[in-house]
C-alpha cells in the first residue's frame, strides 16, 4: 500500500510541474530585485530578459537610442529584451520603434504600477512590428495617451 501511495504522490507532483513552470519564479525574483535596486524616478532597459544586461536608465525623454546623447546611446538602440519603470510621476513609459521627436513609428506603453516587463518576445508595437529587440526611443507619458496599449 505504501509504495501506491509514493506513486499517487509522485504523479501528483509531476503533474504540478507541468503546470507551474520552474523558470517563472526566476524570472520574476530577477525582475522583483532589479526593481527593488532601482533609483526612484527612473526608467530602465536590459539586453535579456528577466532584467539581466543592463543597458541604461533615464529620468527624462531619449527621442533616439542610436545617437551620441540622452541617457541611452549607439548599440542600445534595437536592443532592449526587458525594460522597468521606477518612475515617481505617476506617468507611464511609451516605447518607440521610431526615433525624432515626432516619436515615429509604432508605440506600447508600461504603466508605473506594472513595474516591468520581463520579456518583450510576445509584445507589439502599435504598428505590429515585434517590440523585442526594435525599442529605438522613448517617453514617459500620461496612462490616457497610451490608448490602451500596454506590455504585459
Known sequence: MRKLSAVVAALALAGL??????????ASTA?????????????????????????GKAAGDDSNWGDGSGSFQGSDTNSASSVLTRGTSGL????????????????TCL?????????????????GAGVDNAISSHRWASESACYGHWLT
Open 17 to 26: 510541474g507541468a503546470v507551474v513552470p520552474a523558470g517563472t519564479a526566476q
Open 31 to 55: 525582475c522583483d530585485n532589479a526593481w527593488a535596486g532601482a533609483t526612484s524616478g527612473d526608467f530602465y532597459a536590459y539586453s535579456n530578459a528577466n532584467c539581466s544586461g543592463f543597458l
Open 92 to 107: 507611464a513609459v511609451a516605447v518607440y520603434n521610431g526615433t525624432g521627436t515626432d516619436w515615429g513609428g509604432g508605440y
Open 111 to 127: 504603466r508605473k504600477s506594472e513595474y516591468y516587463a520581463s520579456n518583450l518576445s510576445d509584445n507589439k508595437f502599435t504598428s
